[in-house]
C-alpha cells in the first residue's frame, strides 16, 4: 500500500477491504480542505478535551482524519500521532501541512477505518465525524479495539441522524443518490453507545459541545 505523506520508513498493514468511502470524499476534498470550522468555539472545546485526556507520551491513532487540522493540534501534546483517512486525496492534502512548523511526530497514511496500521497498540484512538460515515460500525469498533492497549482512550464524535428531524432523515438518502452528501449510518446516541459498549469499551461520558445536539462526544476507554 501507498503511504506518501509520512516520516517514518515502516509501510501501514493492509487487510486489503474495500474503501467504499473514497469516491465522494476525493471529490470533495478540496472544498473541505477550504472551508472554515462550523463552529469555532464547539471546535476548540473538543481539542481542550482531547488535549485534557491525551497524556505527553503517548502514541495516538486517529481515523477518518481528514485533511489533518486536528492531528497537526493534537500532536503537540503527545509523542507520537499517526493519522488515517480512506480518501487519497484527503491525505495528500493533509501530506502539503507537513513541513517547517509542523509538529514533527505526526505521520499522514491513507487507509480505511477497518484496516489495521503499524504501530499498534496505541495509548488512545480518536474518531471525529467518521463512525456514522462507515458501513461497518461494529466492524470499524472492533478494529479500534483490536489496535488499542487495555485501558486505552478511544474519543469519538458523531453523528447521530436518527435524532434528526424527520425531514433531514428523509432527505439524507437523496442527497447520498445525488452525490451531494455522503453515505450515512443512521444512528441513535443510544445505539451508538451500545455498539461501543458491545466493542468491549466502557463509556465514560457523553457530551455535546455547541448547539449541536445531533453529534455526541463519548470518551470510553477499553476494559481491562
Ligand atoms: C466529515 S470528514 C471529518 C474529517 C476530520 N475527522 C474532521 O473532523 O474534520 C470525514 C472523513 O472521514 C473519511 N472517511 C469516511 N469513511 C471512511 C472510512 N471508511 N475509512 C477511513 N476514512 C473514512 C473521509 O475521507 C473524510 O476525510
Not at 474519543?155 to 436518527?162: D, F, G, R, Y
Request: glycine share 6%; charged share 20%.
Amino acid at each position: 500500500m501507498a503511504a506518501p505523506f509520512h516520516r517514518a520508513a515502516r509501510p501501514l498493514v493492509s487487510m486489503d477491504r474495500p474503501m467504499t468511502a473514497q469516491p465522494f470524499w476525493d471529490r470533495m476534498a478540496p472544498k473541505y480542505a477550504r472551508k472554515p470550522v462550523g463552529d469555532p468555539d464547539a471546535y476548540h472545546e473538543k481539542l481542550a478535551l482531547a488535549a485534557s485526556l491525551l497524556k505527553p507520551g503517548d502514541r495516538v491513532l486517529e481515523i477518518g482524519c481528514g485533511t489533518g487540522t486536528t492531528a497537526l493540534r493534537l500532536a503537540r501534546h503527545v509523542a507520537k500521532y499517526t493519522a488515517t483517512d480512506g480518501s487519497r486525496a484527503m491525505i495528500g492534502i493533509a501530506g502539503t501541512k507537513l513541513g517547517p512548523g509542523a509538529p514533527e511526530n505526526v505521520t499522514f497514511h491513507h487507509a480505511d477505518a477497518a484496516e489495521q496500521v503499524a504501530g499498534a497498540p496505541f495509548d488512545a484512538i480518536c474518531a471525529f465525524s467518521l463512525l456514522h460515515l462507515v458501513e461497518d460500525v461494529p466492524g470499524v469498533l472492533a478494529t479500534v479495539h483490536a489496535q488499542l492497549r487495555p485501558r486505552g482512550l478511544f474519543l469519538s464524535k458523531t453523528v447521530c441522524t436518527k435524532a434528526a428531524a424527520w425531514p433531514i432523515r428523509v432527505l439524507i438518502p437523496t442527497l447520498t443518490t445525488l452525490r451531494i452528501a455522503p453515505r450515512v449510518t443512521p444512528l441513535s446516541r443510544a445505539e451508538l453507545v451500545r455498539h461501543i459498549a458491545d466493542a468491549g469499551f466502557e463509556v465514560e461520558r457523553t457530551m455535546h459541545f455547541g448547539k449541536n445536539r445531533m453529534s455526541p462526544i463519548i470518551v470510553a476507554r477499553k476494559a481491562a
